[in-house]
């Protein structure tokens, strides 16, 4: 996918002032805390020092390289600190089960105002943990995660590992294909606290699988700590069915609980420990998952939400980047919406925008092979006296999102501006807003002030399915407008310049109100007279199976097409009047609580179909997950609440009623605290095909 250059160009160093191009650089050592050689998955902390004869921050880049192959991106640029003239790196922790073998970790020093770098790289060697040809287990720092290793296997062979308690069915880590003449190693998760395991390794060649030998394992309780408060408790309301073929809950817990995974009898069976204030956005398919972390980013102050990781399911980081070299990368595009925020001279002035955090989401997809992972950064702007009907005489505050695309090696390739494409005077039918202090969009641009909180969108989804109309684009959940859109991203060969050179926007879908209804707005097929048929405030708005047609029950049989679950929390329906019903809600199925939605899309006709409007009994006026379950028969729907003040999460599978609009609940979990999202899964290496 090629680079695109999306703005007005504006060079980097133009950006943040230009400063002397002469300054020194110098890495003064690059130091592991154990000795070469260890044994696979052994964890080694780098220390580095270095000096900069500019008075500038200095920031460090971490790649590590296996054999002679090429170096692949750990962590991205973030500043160290500086003592006594010495800049310290933030501690660099690397932990690789990929196999044994000599790998080159580099770390590169670079001064962003002079543009001086310096780089450093260190050998290490990692050794099989493979004994006498035989295949073993190993405990990890994650009590219920186990490193399963075993002998190299054939060339066009692939193996995964088998594991089980007593006589139970067992289940499976992913496929990886075989690479001798090197060790298979894999993180074997989602075993109950304090349990005996069998493990054996399978590996498939030419359509046969053999089994290898059998080896036992024990995990380890839940740990002390993390039972002390930082783990949610369970409570079953609505036992699954016998042989459920999704068994396992995924639970995205933040603030002071930590995310877990459950069986359907709410027994926690993985945790990521080190996960306090940790937003799961996805997990991905093969057993990693994708977060947005509080930490420290080199252009602000701001600790919330400025790292985005992808971990491992014993919590090691795979990759990690930070809003300031994001910023500064969208910068070198020509995105002028998206400076670091401590680039912005105090006070700023209309006009000034920069990037404040990351927030809701992150995807991973694949386009002609390749990996690319999007998310999105909130996007704060100052705007004349008046816009969006604010009173007095001082620039308006306003924050909205950019989404961003990441290529394979975590470098930005193209982004999306909704203050280059929205109509910036469709103000926020209810109001809502921003202040430094808040945990989903904190503000650091006009410091003291209120920002309006203009869209807040919750959810950006990869359409996957060539077949489908919007194949190759995203869809975008704006909360706080009641839309949701699609942005014509192309494959990455879209463009999204300030109109009128180029408007992305495809679609949009929701409510019509008094200030907007565009020409390529659905209309909604109210086949049930319901007084408020849209969503509002919806989260999670994904197409089911990638965009996939699929066939659902609906009110006159099956009805077959593209297929779109949403989390209807409601908000604006259950407003008071004249923007909602307020206190006069219909009954069921359209009284004042959230609904579990799915949508047949009809892009010819501009249409869209209702086959689930379900009353999901409680009122929740914020987050919440939904999605479609597409191995179950019928197809069954999963919906996770979200913020609810008595009940904090509910996780559900529905069961749909044929020739209805509604389901049947045929599991109801409650946690004990709210969690953004819930998944519910076959296990944690096959995600959902939602």
Known sequence: MKRIHILCAAGLLAALGMAPLYGTVTIESLTPSVASPQPIGTTVTWAVKATDTEANNLTFQFNVASGTGPYALVRDFNIGTLSSGVWTAQPFVWTTIAGEGTYSIQVIAKDFVSGETSTRTASYKLQTRVSAGAAVVHKTANSLVALFSAPSCASGSTMRVAFLTGSNSPNYTAWANCKPPVSMNFYVAGMLPSTAYSMYAQTATNGKITNGATLSFTTGALPTKLAQGYLPSFTVQTKAPTNDPNPMLLWAFTKLIVPVATDLN??????????????????????????????????????????LREIDLSGNIVHETNTGVIANQLVALGVTDAAPCGSIPQPPKVGDACLDDFHHDAIRYLINGQQYTAFMGHIEKLFPAGTQGNKGSNP????????????????????????????IERAAPLGETCTASASDCPTNLYLGTVANDWTHANTVDFVANSANPDAGNFLIS??????????????????????????????????PDELTVPPNSFAFENLTADPWPWFSHQHDVTFANGGATVTVDGLTGSVTGYLLTIYDNGNTRYSAPPLGLGSNCAGPPDDCNSRGMALIVNEAAMTVTPVLMQDLGIKTTALGSAGLLMNTTPNHYAFGTGLYTTIPTESLELSPTPNTISATTILNVHGSSYSYRSWQMPNLYNTPAL
Do not use: H
């Not at 407008?481 to 949009?508: E, H, M």
């Open 266 to 307: 709410g027994n926690i069976i993985w945790y990521y420990g080190t996960g306090l204030g940790t937003l799961l956005t996805r997990p991905v398919s093969g057993g990693t998952m994708l977060t947005i972390q509080n930490g420290t980013s080199w252009d602000s102050a701001n600790t919330t939400q400025q790292l």
């Open 396 to 423: 308006v505050d306003i924050l909205s999102e950019v989404v961003i695309v990441l290529d394979s090696n975590w470098q930005v390739v193209w982004c999306y501006d909704a203050f280059n494409q929205l109509n």
């Open 478 to 511: 704006m909360r706080d407008q009641d839309q949701v859109i699609k942005v014509n991203y192309n494959n990455g060969g879209g463009s999204c310049a300030p109109p009128p050179a180029v408007s992305c926007i495809g679609w949009y879908m929701g409510p």
